[in-house]
């Protein structure tokens, strides 16, 4: 056994070490609390730390094959596992990566205490065998579950890049994955990607013990997307039982750091998403396990004994936001705004993707009962300071000329009126923007007197499928449902990866277009419902039209990439409205209103 402490290479690498955090290189360590060390790893504690145990240990006592470190450590025994970037900006992204020390021959685990170190590279060939535009060296160690999180910089904007990550000495590495810019603001809606249009596959709900996460695969490998948006609930809180697909969830209904870590990494061995992270940059927003506002989402009674373990939910929640920060590639938005992930993603003049919180910043109760408070006019979904930021957003992207606006966030906006027995099944619009319809108005009000046109929301956390134009609840002076005049935009909402329907359990296609049918006859706005398929959607935007193709997958029991496009829909720049015929008139699952109010007048 050589003295590792004793070469000259280590020697000059701690002097290094002495003047350069390597800590601090991982943004991991600072969210999501960066500014606030007295709440975010002190890195510079963690640093002294290092530097004082290799300098005064006897490495004796460590091996080779486990001591995993920057200076001799046997890298293929903690091989780097589930890459992925996220955030894009014109000339930076994030990068991510997790390396975990793993047991050696003799079953003996490493010392914790004794950090990993990460090198990465970012260039434009797909081998990397060309010019590296960026690298650099970052540490990880068991604070932040051995997850790493850097910034490639000095990169050109609106362009296709290839990374990869190795040990810092023995050169190991990870494959070799793809992420992109997006264009600088300025750039002509027609010059960017390249004058193509741009291609957005947008997800929601994967619940492991549901189903396989073939959504993710299908869109990674047979579309061309270039950006994947998840609007929430990337993982789910609860166990359920799985184990007859071969999806049983580990561990417990989540509560500690420990919990959340242990969920997100599972999730992370289902190889569709793992391919669909290491091949797209994503942006994505908060899940239901940071929400806001209901009964179990506060520190009383209920809210300490939602989980087995008694933890409540205060706790619960910041370790959540913790593990959720460590292994997501999403940036800090604002140091001195803790739990901000509300943001703007300007995309050259083409469009703005604006991306809401509307889970947990500062949101009102929620309205436990129909109808109680639901129109009170004080009540907000996301907070004065949010709203107000999203209004002055959209005007900006009004006032810098871009032609759309897209608005990413969690929950269906559109009034979804149950209408009858028909709908006993779903039950849960209290939650959504149904349940703040003041706030709701406020949002249409402001678009329809500012004259913002080309806005379109994404929405997920239903579980089924809903298309809308965008008006005034049940305005048919205004608007025309049949026509699509008197609109001011458009909703695509989509159904879940995995996660049950809220149609019922296992329903049918059928049996879920009979709910459909009633659905899109009683909400004046609605325009596609569908209740059976779990899936993803697209949006594919030029500065001409944005097109909307809905994807269902047929069997997510065991991993495939079987689907098919089940509706398409287009927006013409500047019409505020679906085109129609809505979907050309014909749909492969769900009902258009169009066909339900053809059948209704024949029956």
């Known amino acids: 056994m050589r003295c590792l402490i004793c070469s000259p290479l280590v020697q000059l690498a701690l002097v290094g070490l002495a003047t350069a955090n390597v ?5 991991v360590y600072d969210s999501p609390f960066a500014d606030h060390p007295q709440l975010a790893h002190d890195t510079r504690a963690i640093h002294e730390n290092t530097l004082q145990r290799r300098q005064s240990l006897n490495s004796a006592g460590f091996e080779d094959e486990s001591y995993v470190t920057f200076y001799g450590g046997d890298f293929s025994n903690s091989p780097f596992i589930w890459g992925g970037g996220g955030d894009p900006f014109d000339t930076s992204v994030l990068l991510w990566t997790r390396a975990v020390p793993i047991a050696s021959s003799s079953g003996a685990l490493p010392d914790q205490s004794v950090p990993v170190c990460v090198a990465y ?6 081998d990397l065998s060309g010019k590296i535009i960026d690298s650099g060296e970052a540490f990880t160690s068991y604070d932040v579950d051995w997850t790493v999180k850097v910034e490639a910089t000095g990169l050109k904007a609106d362009s296709k890049y290839f990374y990869q990550f190795s040990d810092c000495a023995t050169k190991a590495t990870s494959p070799i994955g793809s992420t992109r810019t997006i264009a600088n603001a300025n750039t002509p809606a027609r010059s960017v990607n390249g004058g193509k249009p741009l291609v957005i596959a947008v997800f929601s709900c994967s619940q492991y013990q549901s189903g396989w996460f073939n959504a993710y695969g299908f869109a990674a490998h047979n579309t061309t997307a270039d950006l994947f948006v998840h609007l929430g609930d990337y993982i789910y809180e609860s166990l359920g039982n799985g184990a007859h697909i071969g999806r049983q969830t580990l561990g417990r209904e989540l509560a500690t750091i420990h919990d959340y870590r ?5 999730y992370r061995t289902d190889q569709s998403l793992v391919f669909a992270h290491q091949h797209a940059p994503w942006i994505t927003v908060a899940d239901n396990s940071w929400k806001a506002g209901t009964a179990d989402s506060n520190d009383t009674d209920v809210g300490c004994s939602f989980s087995p373990s008694g933890a409540c939910f205060t706790d619960r929640k910041l370790a959540a936001v913790r593990a959720y920060h460590e292994w997501m590639p999403i940036r800090q938005v604002d140091p001195q705004d803790k739990l901000r992930i509300w943001r703007n993603f300007q995309i050259g003049k083409l469009l703005d993707l604006t991306m809401l919180d ?5 949101r009102d109760l929620t309205d436990v009962n ?7 006019a004080n009540r907000s979904l996301m907070g004065a300071a949010q709203e107000q930021w999203l209004y002055n957003t959209l005007s900006e992207s009004k006032t810098r000329d871009a032609v759309w606006r897209v608005i990413g966030q969690q929950i269906v906006f559109t009034q979804l009126n149950e209408g009858g027995s028909c709908m006993s099944a779903f039950s849960h619009t209290e939650d959504a923007w149904d349940g703040y319809r003041a706030n709701r108005a406020r949002v249409l009000d402001y678009l329809y007197q500012n004259k913002i046109s080309n806005t379109v929301i994404l929405s997920g956390d239903s579980h089924a499928n809903w298309v809308s134009d965008l008006a005034h609840i049940n305005d048919t002076t205004t608007y025309n449902s049949a026509t699509g005049e008197g609109a001011i935009g458009v909703e695509f909402a989509g159904t879940a990866v995995t996660s ?3 149609f019922g359990s296992g329903i049918t296609p059928a049996n879920a277009d009979v709910i459909s049918n009633g659905l899109v006859q009683v909400n004046t706005d609605l325009q596609w419902s569908e209740g059976s398929y779990r899936g993803f959607f697209t949006l ?7 097109n909307a193709t809905y994807y269902a997958m047929r069997n997510i029991s065991f991993a495939n990439l079987d689907g098919f496009a089940s509706a398409q829909f287009q927006v ?3 019409e505020n409205k679906l085109s129609r015929p809505v979907a050309g008139g014909t749909v492969l699952a769900g009902v258009l209103k169009s066909q339900a109010v053809a059948a209704n007048s024949t029956a």
């Open 23 to 27: 800590f601090e290189r991982n943004l």
């Open 572 to 574: 013409k720049a500047g």
């Open 262 to 266: 242990q969920r997100l990494n599972q």
């Open 540 to 546: 594919t935007i030029d500065s001409e039209h944005l």
């Open 121 to 126: 590279k970012i260039g434009t060939a797909a």
């Open 370 to 376: 129909v109808n109680t408070i639901s129109s009170f």
């Open 500 to 502: 049950t329907s809220s």
């Open 358 to 362: 509307t889970r947990q910043y500062d």
